[in-house]
Structures are given as structure tokens and as C-alpha cells.
């Protein structure tokens, strides 16, 4: 007989009289305190111990950005840029959140498809890096830099001839809208120049959420040396190298999380490769879902339970229309139960079999199958962990005109 897998034990967060504590408060007397339901919940020191962290597992040179794509509540950012080394946003929307929270324009650099030219225009004026995806963007860059008189920042984002295996989402390698194909690179590469652009370096983000270190190694290594091949052909030394990120973590029974060792190991030996090769370069990761999934969770109240032919199914007032990710409709492609508990009856002996469904009209909204949780009552708190990332601004708030929810950072 094979044992079902299960999910990577939770243990981000310690209990207390049978509760989930965080930020230090017991869930019910923090719910008591946010003042409705459903909402997420953040913790500042969860965010700080994973940045400090992964800094550890890697070689110092390495600089770290978040992609606040993952996580664009304001009081997140403007945690996470006190944290980190840059911010990476993908829209004048990010940028502006960005920039308020505090961070460093020289260290925000903008990336994403079909930038409009008045982003464009914003880029150049914020002085920010513009990761150009795309030949259209070199001139209206180049008009912008000179009606403002400032020169615009420019890095590459390539379209490698590689893919990160095993990803979540692959955002790089055969036919896509992100980046320039390597193919079209050294002709772009001289419009940059002529155009006068200030040429900085090269990004690359081959795809999303991936546990497998190997994978993360073999894609980094060979978008180093994509890299090093390529900035022979640039009109300027390469100052920066953007090697993507796609580190995941484990959201589904199975699955673990990423072993940091031999990534540490392996961009040890690209930065001593570099010190010859590339001597000028710096190297940044951008990791969104990383940093902040960990650290958050989304909790929604029980308001009815229910037992239909035998089956049990505990009602909630939040579900698909706050986290798109956690019913299994963002990317999903055979539907798995995110890690749910009842948050105040963690230390329950006595598990039933129920499904946690939302308010809303359609059997899409589920947050949790057939699922052995303790035995819930209406009141109850059920939680959704590794919710930090791609939640609340993930999610279709509107659908069905329930109120949107709240975020707390504690
Ligand atoms: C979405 C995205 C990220 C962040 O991805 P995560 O899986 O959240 O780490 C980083 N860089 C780019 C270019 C992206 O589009």
C-alpha cells in the first residue's frame, strides 16, 4: 500500500490554546482586530527571515530584487523594499507604489509586454532601468530621453533558446510576447546604440514557481552564458545580469521545499566566472512568490455547514473571488488543495472528511476537497496557508458583488 502524500508541514507559524498565532496574536483575537472577515494576514518577521535567509544560502555579490507583482500591498512593499537590494514592477501602477514606499529608483527596474508609451515616459523620467521587450520600445525610449533630457536606462529582457524545466508557468524559450528572441538580439543591440540609449545589461526569467534546483542551476548557468556570448555584440560592458528567479515553494501534497545549497553553490561558481568574463557585472535575482508566499495566509469565516449525500461542506464568506489561486483557477491544470486548516482548532484530535466552499454561484469556488480537517463549526476560522503571493490583487473581487477583503501586515 502507498501512503497518500501530504502537504509540507506549515510550521512558519507556532499555535497557541489551539489557535494559529500571528505576528504574535492568536488568529480569533487578530481577527477580532482587523474587524471583519474574510482578509490576509502578512508577518513582517516571517518576510524578514526570508530575505535574511536565502541572503545567507547565497554568495554575497548575489543582489536581491522582488518582483512585487506577487504582492503589491503598499505597507508589503514598503517592508520589502527596506529588505531587499530592488524592486521589479511590471506597470506605471507598480512603479508608483513602488517609488511611494520609499524605494530607490536607481534599484527599480520595469519590465512586462506592451508598456504604453507614456510608461515609457514615466520610466525614463523616474530614472529607472526599462527592461525592453520588445524592438517598438527603443524609440519611443530614445524620444522620451531627449524631450526630457535625461538618458534612459535600458536593459534587454531575452527571449532565451532554453526553457527552465519543470516550472509552474514557463515564461521563456519557443515562441513568446516576453523579450526579444535570441535570434533578433545582435541587430537590436545596434539600434540600441545608435539611438544613443544607455546600455546597462541583459535580463532573463525563464519561468515560475519551480522546485527543482537542478532545473534552477541549468537555467542560470546557461543564461550566463547567453549572456557572456552576447555582451561581445553590446555597446557597452555589461554592469547587470538579471538571471530571473522561478524559485517555488511547495503548495500541494508532495511537495517539498527548494533545497538552496546547490543554487548557492552554483551562483558561487558563476561569480568567480564573472570575475574575469564579466568583470564590470552584478547579478541580481528577482523573485516575487519566494519571498512573500510563505508568509501570508488568507483566513475566512464559516457561515453554514452543510451535509449533502454523506458529504460535508463547511460554507465560507470568501473564497474564489479573493483567492483565484487557492480554488485552483490560476494556472492549474489538474486541480490540487492548497494546505487548509481550521485556524482555531489547530490541536483537534478528531478529523472529518469536508470540502470548504465559498459564497459564490458556481462550483469553481473551492478552496478545499474532500480535505481531513478537524471537525468545524460555523464560526470557525478556516485558513488557507502560503497565500502571501498572487492572492488579493490576483483575484476577481467584483465577481458576484461581495465585498472585497482586507490586508493586514502585523
Ligand atoms: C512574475 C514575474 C516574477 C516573479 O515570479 P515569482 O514566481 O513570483 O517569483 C519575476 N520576474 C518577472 C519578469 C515576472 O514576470
Redesign the pocket.
Known amino acids: 500500500m502507498t501512503e497518500r502524500p501530504t502537504h509540507a508541514p506549515m510550521n512558519q507559524f507556532a499555535h497557541r490554546d489551539g489557535e494559529l498565532l500571528i505576528g504574535g496574536q492568536t488568529l480569533s483575537t487578530l481577527a477580532a482586530r482587523v474587524g471583519s472577515t474574510p482578509f490576509y494576514v502578512y508577518d513582517r518577521q516571517l518576510l524578514r527571515e526570508r530575505v535574511d535567509g536565502l541572503r545567507a544560502a547565497l554568495p554575497p555579490q548575489i543582489k536581491l530584487h522582488y ?1 512585487m ?2 504582492n503589491p500591498m503598499p505597507a508589503v512593499v514598503g517592508l520589502m523594499a527596506t529588505l531587499v537590494d530592488g524592486i ?1 514592477v ?1 506597470s506605471a501602477g507598480e512603479l508608483k507604489v513602488a517609488l511611494d514606499a520609499g524605494a530607490d529608483a536607481a534599484e527599480i527596474s520595469f ?2 509586454p506592451g508598456k504604453r508609451d507614456a510608461e515609457l515616459g514615466q520610466a525614463v523620467a523616474a530614472g529607472v532601468l526599462v ?1 525592453v521587450e520588445s524592438a517598438r520600445e527603443l524609440p519611443v525610449l530614445a524620444q522620451a530621453s531627449q524631450t526630457l533630457g535625461l538618458s534612459a536606462r535600458v536593459a534587454v ?1 531575452i527571449n532565451p533558446d532554453f526553457e527552465l524545466k519543470g516550472s ?2 514557463k ?1 521563456g524559450g519557443g515562441p513568446k510576447q ?1 523579450g526579444i528572441d535570441v535570434e533578433q538580439l545582435p541587430g537590436l543591440l545596434v539600434e540600441v546604440g545608435r539611438l544613443g540609449l544607455a546600455f546597462e545589461g541583459f ?1 532573463l ?1 525563464a519561468g ?2 519551480n522546485l527543482r534546483a537542478a532545473s534552477i542551476c541549468e537555467a542560470q548557468l546557461k543564461s550566463y552564458e547567453l549572456a557572456r556570448r552576447l555582451a561581445d555584440l553590446a555597446p557597452a560592458a555589461l554592469r547587470f545580469l538579471n538571471l ?5 515553494i511547495p503548495y500541494f501534497p508532495g511537495e517539498s521545499r527548494l533545497d538552496l545549497q546547490p543554487i548557492g553553490d552554483n551562483l558561487a561558481q558563476l561569480v568567480e566566472r564573472a570575475r574575469t568574463e564579466l568583470p564590470e557585472v552584478s547579478f541580481v535575482l ?5 519571498f512573500v ?1 510563505e508568509a501570508g495566509v488568507y483566513v475566512t469565516r464559516i457561515v453554514d455547514r452543510k451535509v449533502s449525500r454523506g458529504q460535508v461542506f463547511l460554507v465560507t464568506d470568501g473564497g474564489l473571488n479573493h483567492h483565484l489561486s487557492a480554488s485552483g483557477n490560476f494556472g492549474q491544470v489538474i486541480r490540487k488543495n492548497y494546505p487548509v486548516t481550521i485556524g482555531n482548532r489547530i490541536d483537534a484530535t478528531v478529523l472529518e472528511t469536508a470540502s470548504i466552499v465559498g459564497p459564490l454561484c458556481t462550483p469553481l469556488d473551492l478552496l478545499a476537497d474532500q480535505m481531513d480537517l478537524p471537525v468545524a463549526q460555523i464560526g470557525d476560522l478556516a485558513v488557507v496557508f502560503q497565500s502571501g ?2 492572492g488579493a490583487s490576483a483575484s476577481p473581487q467584483a465577481f458576484l458583488g461581495h465585498a472585497p477583503c482586507a490586508e493586514v501586515l502585523v
Do not use: V
Open positions: 518582483a507583482k506577487a521589479d511590471a519590465a512586462g527592461n529582457r509552474g508557468m515564461m516576453f535580463h526569467f515560475s514557481q530571473g528567479g522561478g524559485f517555488g528577482e523573485l516575487g512568490r519566494y508566499g503571493a498572487y
